[in-house]
């Protein structure tokens, strides 16, 4: 991982780390949630959902103050949502063509957060 020399920069990357993570982690969760209640649980979700939270929690600073902490929750909880109307329209859309574009939209997504893992 490249870090900025300056302290500006370097708090700039890690912010933009905590948010990323903090949305993946709820694009995993909504995608693993979605499988349990279709029937089709994935070990492999719920691995990636795990590292995710981890490298969330490493680049989380320590003290957080407690309306950074509410806002980081809330990112991961907005992220969690959209990517769950995602997989429901997907799933449940009447209509062929937006399905598929829903179903698209939510594994580019995951791809996404995919390429932030190692392995």
Do not use: N, Y
């Not at 920069?9 to 909504?30: H, V």
């Not at 981890?54 to 103050?65: D, Q």
């Not at 991961?76 to 009447?94: D, V």
């Amino acid at each position: 991982m490249i870090l900025a020399v300056s302290g500006l920069g370097s708090a700039l990357r890690a912010e933009d780390l905590t948010i990323s993570f903090a949305t993946c982690t709820g694009r995993f969760s909504a995608a693993m949630e979605h499988g349990w209640l279709m029937g089709a649980a994935s070990d492999r979700l719920e691995a990636e959902r795990a590292a995710m939270i981890h490298l969330l929690e490493a680049v989380t600073p320590a003290g957080l103050a407690p309306e950074a902490g509410h806002a980081l929750l809330h990112r991961r909880i907005e992220a969690k949502f959209a990517h769950a109307r995602l997989l429901q329209r997907g799933t449940f859309s009447t209509d062929p063509a937006e399905a598929r574009r829903a179903l698209r939209l939510a594994e580019i997504h995951l791809s996404s957060c995919r390429s932030l893992l190692l392995g």
